[in-house]
């Protein structure tokens, strides 16, 4: 695995830090490189930098954004695997799901490119109010300024597109903070983009620690605009430090799905299996509850448990694994320590739960849970399903919506009537209809209710997120 140095991205040059820090992967804690640990001067440097370009963004043509997104869609793909192995290497997923996640970073380019020309106002009939005769109305979509984005860790590549995408579709200018584990694809993403022909301080490239930059880069008042994916707790402080800007936040989840008696049981076992531990449980989406209906309920947690207890544990970077590991070593203990304390309480381990290294645990399956356990009541982000029978389809949704969280659900079922039943009364921003949580494709409005957020991400949703509207009255 070869090791890379990177310096900060600003202004369009590469700029060397006053600290640095080792990026490892996950999974045998190998050193993979290393990037800067910026500094609250350094981060007003970049600030600086977006805000110089931001009025260059504002008026560069709609034709010209487009390109440079297309330019940069098309390098990224013909460079796929590059970037597969990329996010593999830093986040420690497996390489089969670093190399989806790099097909889905090129789409949510294309998308960007696509919605760059798509940015329009309305007319408005204003002589429908009595002091509007004489007057013609219309509004336009002028981008916000300057745009804050943090991203996670367990997307690095993609959810950082779906941010930097659509703002630079709208001509906003963007300070770019990833995670702090899984920074290199953000700096990958500078070199693709300044090949691609981006003006220097459209896109700046910032990494370090949220207690010493993060805070500071969110509350700046040259920062219109925060968009930002993690955890609950620190998309709170988010909200209260930002002031008066645009805040978009995509949080928590405790995702659930239903197992209906007219369900097709393959297909509900198939995506069961795959939304339940793709990237060890740690996507927003993850299925963590799943509910079977009384009459098949037997015979599909027995074949659950099997299908999981199939599922293959090995390093990131072999094709055949399935289950790598967590992100941290203290994420993996605290997996193990909820599967403890779940089975302490009266819970059933069926199958896995043991960390079996550092960083990686079992696929586990939890039987006869309790509503107040943390592995059902909290999100665990972690390769663990809790299974539970229901009788009547109002009591599984019932279930689903007793949770803080509300992101999306799933519901197998081959009744109509039962499908468009639960899609009204589930408490979610999506609902998935023979298909787990899990499911999305990237131009399709992304977001929760309750504390799983506030606005829609995909590049359509997220261009009308970043402009403002702007009335304009013509007195004829």
């Known amino acids: 695995m070869s090791e890379k140095r990177y310096d900060l991205y600003i202004g369009g040059e590469w700029v060397k830090a006053n600290r640095y820090m080792t990026v490892r992967l996950p999974y045998d804690g190998s050193v ?45 793909e013909g460079r796929k695997e590059d970037w597969g192995r990329a996010v593999s290497i830093e986040s420690g997923k497996p390489i089969r799901e670093g190399r989806i996640e790099a097909a889905r970073a090129v789409q949510t380019l294309l998308f960007s490119a696509e919605e760059a020309k798509r ?68 700096y990958m993403l500078a070199e693709l983009f300044s090949e691609a022909g981006l003006p220097p301080g459209f896109l700046n490239v910032i990494s370090g620690g949220g207690g010493e930059i993060g805070d500071a880069l969110v509350s700046h008042p040259d920062v219109h605009m925060v968009t930002f994916t993690g955890s609950v707790e620190v998309g709170k402080r988010i909200h209260d430090k930002a002031g008066i800007k ?27 299996r795959a939304g339940g531990y793709a990237h060890s449980g740690q996507v927003c989406i993850s299925l963590q509850r799943l509910y079977a209906q009384n009459e098949v309920a ?33 994420d993996a203990q605290r997996v193990e320590s909820w599967i403890q304390e779940a089975v302490a309480g009266g819970a059933t381990l069926a199958v896995g739960g043991r960390r079996c290294r550092a960083t990686t645990v079992e696929p586990a399956v939890l039987l006869g849970t309790k509503p107040d356990m943390r592995v059902v009541r909290d999100e665990i982000f972690g390769p663990v399903v809790a299974v539970d029978d229901y009788q009547t389809l109002d009591q ?29 009364r589930l408490e979610v921003g999506g609902v998935m209809i023979n298909d787990v949580p899990t499911f999305r494709v990237d131009q399709m409005p992304y977001g929760g209710v309750k504390e799983s957020g506030l606005g829609r991400e995909g590049p359509k949703y ?7 509207i702007r009335m304009v009255v013509i007195r004829a």
């Open 246 to 272: 645009m805040v978009t936040l995509e949080l928590g989840s405790n995702s659930a799905a239903i197992v209906d008696t007219e369900a097709d049981l393959d297909l509900a076992l198939e995506r069961c």
């Open 32 to 76: 993979v490189g290393e990037v800067p640990s910026a500094n609250r001067s350094e981060m007003e440097r970049a600030i600086a930098a977006a805000s110089r370009a931001r009025r260059d963004a504002a008026r560069m043509p709609a034709h010209k954004r487009s390109a440079i997104l297309y330019k940069a869609c098309q390098l990224m």
């Open 298 to 330: 037997r015979d599909f947690t027995d074949r659950f448990v099997e299908a999981v207890r199939s599922l293959r544990i090995g390093h990131p970077l072999e094709d055949q694994t399935e289950v790598s590991s967590l992100i941290r070593e203290a």
């Open 119 to 186: 940015i329009e106002g309305e007319i408005l009939p204003l002589d429908a109010h009595p002091n509007g005769e004489g007057r013609f109305g219309f509004t336009l979509r002028p981008p916000r300024g300057v745009i804050a984005a943090i991203t996670p860790f367990n997307f690095p590549l993609n959810l950082a597109c779906h941010k930097v995408g659509p703002a630079l579709a709208s001509g906003n200018t963007v300070v770019l903070k990833p995670a702090s584990v899984t920074p290199i694809t953000a």
């Open 462 to 468: 997220a261009v009308q997120e970043m402009t403002d």
């Open 396 to 424: 599984a949704i019932e279930k689903v919506n007793d949770s803080r969280y509300g992101l999306q659900a799933g519901v197998f079922t081959r009744n109509l009537s039962k499908a468009l039943h639960a899609a009204q």
